[in-house]
Structures are given as C-alpha cells and as structure tokens.
C-alpha cells in the first residue's frame, strides 16, 4: 500500500519560512518523480514544484521561483519543500504527490497523493 504523509505545516508570519516534507513508503521511491501542490477553498489543485526520480531535474511554479526549493533524498524516501519568504498568498494545504512519468503537470495525471498539511501564512 503506497502511503505518502506530509509533515511540516503551520503558522509563519510573513516573511517567514517552513520547511515541508513528505515520506513515502509501499513504492520504488526512486523510481518515481515528485511533486508538491497547494490548494485553496473553492480553487483547483495547483502545481508548485516539481523534482525528477534522481533529484536531477527541479521544475517550480513562476509563483515561488527564487523563495521555494526541492529537495528529494533517495535513501530516506522522503521530498523535502523549503519555503523562504512566504507570503498571505502561500496559505493554502499542501499536498505531496507522485508519479511514474512526470514532475509537473496537471493534477489528475499523478498517481498517488498524501493527506495534505496547512500551511497558513499571517501576522
């Protein structure tokens, strides 16, 4: 049974960082790509990065380029989302997810999900 469980989330004030992380189990791992996405009430799943099976390859949302970074290690099963500079616009719930084939696209092409974790971002 392949589980995915974020950890990570809370309450930062602006400007503020986090760091997000999702450990995964019931999978090959690394033979899978990696990505995080956020959703708000009442709006679609949104993409915010993306990592390759090796770690080599990183795609981010235009959104948090230069204040969010990937990370993934292969050993510990586990992707990590560090968060810089947030911002009230980042408050949303953010899920991990996995995928044979891609790191970034829409959401209903990945293959397996985790519960989510809140991140709420406000003074």
């Known amino acids: 049974q392949v589980q995915l469980v974020e950890s990570g989330g809370g309450l930062v004030q602006p400007g503020g960082s986090l760091r997000l992380s999702c450990l995964a189990s019931g999978l090959a791992f690394s033979s899978y790509s990696m990505a995080w996405f956020r959703q708000t009430p009442g709006k679609e799943r949104e993409f915010v990065a993306g990592?390759?099976?090796?770690?080599?390859?990183?795609h981010l949302a235009d959104s948090v380029k230069g204040r969010f970074a990937i990370s993934r290690d292969n050993v510990r099963n586990t992707m990590s989302l560090k968060m810089n500079n947030l911002r009230p616009e980042d408050t949303a719930i953010y899920y991990c997810a996995a995928d044979r084939a891609i790191m970034s696209g829409p959401a209903e092409e990945f293959d397996y999900w985790g519960q989510g974790t809140q991140v709420t971002v406000s003074s």
């Open positions: 990592i390759s099976w090796t770690g080599t390859n990183t």
